[in-house]
């Protein structure tokens, strides 16, 4: 059961901690940030603000959309704070205009908002953007049967609509008005029921279907009559296919060999389909693949070192053997390359589902799509990749504390007894899977942690028990009766002692707050997996014990008559011991004198206190917020700006400092912003999420990697000491703000 409990154990991030915060979104299409400030924003922040419970408000407005976040002190219950706002919101819908959506309530979840795995959908400029959008509306289907997967987010794709455009002057000409027309679009275009009817076994339900399937309907619609005679659409507008504003943009930037491994593969698929290339040697065919590369309008910018080893990877592609070739796929490239057309596809969980398995089924959807040439698919980040590295930290741990117990038992009390007092650590951790499975927990980065933090304190029962039952056994008692009387012997002491360990951590499970949440995990996982320690100690050893339990060679050096041990570690301790216990003052002395300046060397020496240590990162990501009412376009260029000197693009002022060390992959996403509110603090909508390469080839620390891209984003020189061009911060981007926490530049 245990082994099954940890097997099927939702494997996740970080804990699903329910957060005090309730999300209202309301949208109005063609408003102006100013229009949704006035009309949706600021209403419902009035009704909102004599919410009880209520700690803080946030708002923004943007085109189109209103997003009010209303955070509630930490002992409100999140139900009970939902149905408080929408009480609230149905209150204020009366003050709404009339053509605004619904407002949308719902709680804020970082599951729901953040994306576990993200998907890059590149093309060459051969393929249309609309082609990757609707190969990526396909794998978007796939990928929301995945059991587990919340929803699933397109990043810079353009979805199709059919546009009627109106000729103000021609509807005027025909006495009609833009809402009078407008009103028969929206009136014309539904589905209505016109009732029931019965046969004599079923009755069946009926409608009227009025949508439009095509844009001929909509063209011969009539909107009106002059003397008689009907005015259709197409005498007061135009009506074609188009697509749906432009709300978000994305790149991607491959600098790893498996990106050029890439670029090789689509070039030689595209000479096999445009030349007889059945009689073609290799070398012909290298050359024409130096050739297309040449041919490049950037290739003096294009990273390929068109050397032998260029050459060995395109013979291996024209062999079929490139696409799994993973020989240094890792490495990286130094020179900077043009983004690629790429569509994003945000792969976002329900909340307790295992990421490992979500993962691994997107994977293998992902591996059967049929792609078009000149088009890849490219996994651009996979919490699951952390979890499996804490998962088999985990599994080391539980190892080597099995083999360190084996060692130091062995020595003192034999092979055998030494695998009985190590058997405590498996049966301990499964019969905490199993406990942490039935109360609902999840295996996560807090838990683990508990788990390999607990490690070392399973043994402790375990050692005393068996250790008292084996003394018994050398005594000459038999192997049952030594089981029975050494448990009765030292079980309170044993459980006072687990006890004492509990009642340091018990008091941590009523920590209060947000964080309280987030870690109260530690103490109820460290909790259980120390009770289990003690019923195996209590239960399981002594069991076994009187099964198993032997005489060891070292029990020839314990005294038949005193019963003690002999051998010359014993006699050590025996006299130290003996030292300490005759001069009691002197040692209380010590030992105080000790711990005063221990505290005085931590206070003159110590480095601090850190929530966590710091590493280098594997990510990071810079944020940037654009001025309010910003256009797609406009923070773009923003973008583009920060692009262009992170990778040391030509023009940037960069170009001699190249792009910055240790650049794996870039993926950019740009969305529209917003204004009149603070919320979502300093994460702005344009994100370039920068990944580093593998420890093995990385040129230096990614701290310092993370200090230069500052330097760059403020015009200075990587070391810092020399101004090479205006920061990206300056009085036309008041708005743009590059700070760095933990890693992630904002």
Same mark, same amino acid.
């Given at each position: 059961?245990?082994?099954?409990?940890?097997?099927?154990?939702?494997?996740?991030?970080? =804990?699903?901690?329910?957060?005090?915060?309730?999300?209202?979104?309301? !949208?109005?299409?063609?408003?102006?940030?100013?229009?949704?400030?006035?009309?949706?924003?600021?209403?419902?922040?009035?009704?909102?603000?004599?919410?009880?419970?209520?700690?803080?408000?946030?708002?923004?407005?943007?085109?189109?959309?209103?997003?009010?976040?209303?955070?509630?002190?930490?002992?409100?219950?999140?139900?009970?704070?939902?149905?408080?706002?929408? +009480?609230?919101?149905?209150?204020?819908?009366?003050?709404?205009?009339? +053509?605004?959506?619904?407002?949308?309530?719902?709680? $804020?979840?970082? /599951?729901?908002?953040?994306?576990?795995?993200?998907?890059?959908?590149?093309?060459?400029?051969?393929?249309?953007?609309?082609?990757?959008?609707?190969?990526?509306?396909?794998?978007? +289907?796939?990928?929301?049967?995945?059991?587990?997967?919340?929803?699933?987010?397109?990043?810079?794709?353009?979805?199709?609509?059919?546009?009627?455009?109106?000729?103000?002057?021609?509807?005027?000409?025909?006495?009609?008005?833009?809402?009078?027309?407008?009103?028969?679009?929206?009136?014309?275009?539904?589905?209505?029921?016109?009732?029931?009817?019965?046969?004599?076994?079923?009755?069946?339900?009926?409608?009227?279907?009025?949508?439009?399937?095509?844009?001929?309907?909509?063209?011969?619609?009539?909107?009106?009559?002059? /003397?008689?005679?009907?005015?259709?659409?197409? +005498?007061?507008?135009?009506?074609?296919?188009?697509?749906?504003?432009?709300?978000?943009?994305?790149? $991607?930037?491959?600098?790893?060999?498996?990106?050029? /491994?890439?670029?090789?593969?689509?070039?030689?698929?595209?000479?096999?389909?445009?030349?007889?290339?059945?009689?073609?040697?290799?070398?012909?065919?290298?050359?024409? @693949?130096?050739?297309?590369?040449?041919? #490049?309008?950037?290739?003096?910018?294009?990273?390929?070192?068109?050397?032998?080893?260029?050459?060995?990877? @395109?013979?291996?592609?024209?062999?079929?053997?490139?696409?799994?070739?993973?020989?240094?796929?890792?490495?990286?490239?130094?020179?900077?390359?043009?983004?690629?057309?790429?569509?994003?596809?945000?792969?976002?969980?329900?909340?307790?589902?295992?990421?490992?398995? *979500?993962?691994?089924?997107?994977?293998?959807? &992902?591996?059967?799509?049929?792609?078009?040439?000149?088009?890849?698919?490219?996994?651009?980040?996979?919490?699951?990749?952390?979890?499996?590295?804490?998962?088999?930290?985990?599994?080391?741990?539980?190892?080597?504390?099995? *083999?360190?117990?084996?060692?130091?038992?062995?020595?003192?009390?034999?092979?055998?007894?030494?695998?009985? @007092?190590?058997?405590?650590?498996?049966?301990?951790?499964?019969?905490?899977?199993?406990?942490?499975?039935?109360?609902?927990?999840?295996?996560?980065?807090?838990?683990?942690?508990?788990?390999?933090?607990?490690?070392?304190?399973?043994?402790?029962?375990?050692?005393?028990?068996?250790?008292?039952?084996?003394?018994?056994?050398?005594?000459?008692?038999?192997?049952?009766?030594?089981?029975?009387?050494?448990?009765?012997?030292?079980?309170?002491?044993? &459980?006072?002692?687990?006890?004492?360990?509990?009642?340091?951590?018990? =008091?941590?499970?009523?920590?209060?707050?947000?964080?309280?949440? $987030?870690?109260?995990?530690?103490? #109820?996982?460290?909790?259980?997996?120390?009770?289990?320690?003690?019923?195996?100690?209590?239960?399981?050893?002594?069991?076994?014990?009187?099964?198993?339990?032997?005489?060891?060679?070292?029990?020839?050096?314990?005294? =038949?008559?005193?019963?003690?041990?002999?051998?010359?570690?014993?006699?050590?301790?025996?006299?130290?011991?003996?030292?300490?216990?005759?001069?009691?003052?002197?040692?209380?002395?010590?030992?105080?004198?000790?711990?005063?300046?221990?505290?005085?060397?931590?206070?003159?020496?110590?480095?601090?206190?850190?929530?966590?240590?710091?590493?280098?990162?594997?990510?990071?990501?810079?944020?940037?917020?654009?001025?309010?009412?910003?256009?797609?376009?406009?923070?773009?260029?923003?973008?583009?700006?920060?692009?262009?000197?992170?990778?040391?693009?030509?023009?940037?002022?960069?170009?001699?400092?190249?792009?910055?060390?240790?650049?794996?992959?870039?993926?950019?996403?740009?969305?529209?912003?917003?204004?009149?509110?603070?919320?979502?603090?300093?994460?702005?909508?344009?994100?370039?999420? @920068?990944?580093?390469?593998?420890?093995?080839?990385?040129?230096?620390?990614?701290?310092?990697?993370?200090?230069?891209?500052?330097?760059?984003?403020?015009?200075?020189?990587?070391?810092?000491?020399?101004?090479?061009?205006?920061?990206?911060?300056?009085?036309?981007?008041?708005?743009?703000?590059?700070?760095?926490?933990? !890693?992630?530049?904002?």
């Amino acid at each position: 059961t245990g082994i099954y409990s940890y097997v099927t154990l939702p494997r996740e991030s970080f =804990p699903d901690v329910q957060l005090p915060y309730i999300i209202v979104s309301t !949208g109005l299409r063609g408003a102006t940030p100013t229009d949704i400030e006035t009309s949706i924003t600021i209403p419902l922040e009035q009704e909102l603000d004599s919410v009880e419970g209520r700690k803080t408000i946030r708002s923004s407005s943007m085109e189109g959309f209103s997003i009010i976040s209303v955070e509630f002190e930490s002992g409100v219950g999140n139900q009970v704070a939902l149905q408080r706002v929408r +009480d609230k919101i149905d209150i204020a819908k009366g003050d709404l205009p009339q +053509d605004a959506d619904e407002p949308t309530v719902k709680e $804020f979840s970082l /599951n729901a908002e953040f994306p576990m795995l993200t998907y890059a959908l590149t093309g060459s400029d051969r393929i249309a953007l609309s082609e990757l959008n609707d190969l990526a509306e396909k794998i978007e +289907d796939e990928l929301k049967l995945i059991p587990g997967v919340l929803e699933v987010d397109i990043i810079g794709g353009r979805d199709r609509e059919v546009l009627v455009e109106v000729d103000p002057s021609r509807v005027q000409q025909y006495g009609l008005s833009l809402a009078q027309v407008k009103g028969i679009l929206m009136a014309s275009n539904v589905n209505t029921s016109v009732g029931t009817t019965d046969s004599s076994t079923v009755r069946l339900s009926m409608r009227a279907p009025g949508e439009f399937r095509t844009p001929a309907e909509i063209f011969n619609l009539p909107v009106g009559n002059i /003397n008689g005679v009907p005015v259709y659409i197409r +005498d007061v507008a135009n009506v074609y296919y188009s697509f749906v504003d432009e709300q978000s943009r994305a790149r $991607f930037y491959d600098f790893s060999i498996k990106g050029c /491994n890439d670029t090789i593969n689509a070039i030689v698929r595209n000479l096999k389909t445009q030349a007889r290339v059945e009689n073609w040697s290799n070398d012909a065919f290298v050359q024409a @693949v130096k050739q297309k590369i040449a041919n #490049r309008p950037t290739s003096q910018w294009e990273p390929y070192k068109l050397d032998s080893a260029f050459e060995s990877r @395109v013979v291996k592609s024209i062999n079929g053997e490139l696409m799994n070739d993973s020989t240094d796929e890792e490495a990286i490239l130094s020179k900077y390359i043009n983004a690629k057309k790429t569509i994003a596809l945000h792969v976002k969980r329900k909340s307790g589902s295992n990421i490992p398995k *979500i993962v691994a089924q997107a994977d293998k959807i &992902i591996a059967d799509v049929d792609l078009p040439e000149d088009v890849s698919i490219i996994k651009t980040m996979d919490h699951s990749k952390f979890i499996k590295t804490m998962v088999d930290d985990l599994e080391n741990g539980v190892l080597t504390s099995l *083999i360190l117990v084996l060692i130091v038992v062995f020595i003192g009390m034999g092979m055998r007894n030494a695998i009985l @007092v190590s058997l405590a650590i498996p049966f301990s951790m499964l019969g905490a899977f199993l406990i942490i499975k039935v109360v609902g927990l999840t295996l996560n980065m807090i838990v683990l942690f508990s788990l390999i933090l607990a490690l070392g304190m399973l043994v402790d029962n375990a050692i005393v028990i068996v250790e008292n039952i084996h003394r018994h056994h050398t005594m000459g008692v038999s192997k049952t009766r030594a089981a029975m009387t050494g448990v009765q012997e030292v079980a309170w002491p044993v &459980i006072a002692s687990t006890l004492t360990t509990v009642g340091a951590f018990f =008091p941590l499970v009523f920590w209060p707050g947000i964080m309280g949440e $987030f870690m109260g995990y530690l103490p #109820r996982t460290v909790i259980i997996v120390l009770c289990c320690s003690l019923l195996v100690a209590l239960i399981i050893n002594p069991t076994l014990s009187a099964l198993f339990i032997s005489r060891s060679k070292v029990d020839s050096a314990i005294d =038949p008559e005193t019963h003690r041990p002999t051998y010359p570690l014993a006699l050590i301790y025996k006299r130290g011991l003996e030292f300490m216990l005759d001069r009691s003052a002197w040692t209380l002395s010590c030992a105080t004198i000790i711990f005063f300046v221990s505290l005085l060397l931590l206070m003159r020496f110590g480095k601090g206190v850190q929530f966590f240590p710091e590493t280098d990162p594997q990510e990071t990501t810079v944020s940037i917020k654009p001025p309010e009412g910003s256009s797609v376009e406009r923070s773009d260029d923003l973008s583009r700006a920060a692009e262009d000197r992170l990778l040391g693009a030509p023009g940037s002022g960069y170009e001699a400092f190249g792009v910055i060390p240790n650049l794996k992959q870039a993926s950019v996403s740009v969305g529209l912003s917003g204004g009149g509110g603070n919320f979502g603090g300093d994460v702005g909508p344009v994100q370039i999420k @920068v990944t580093f390469a593998d420890s093995a080839y990385r040129t230096e620390s990614t701290k310092d990697t993370v200090i230069k891209m500052r330097n760059r984003v403020a015009g200075l020189s990587d070391d810092g000491k020399t101004v090479v061009a205006l920061p990206l911060i300056g009085a036309d981007r008041k708005s743009t703000r590059l700070n760095s926490s933990h !890693g992630k530049l904002s």
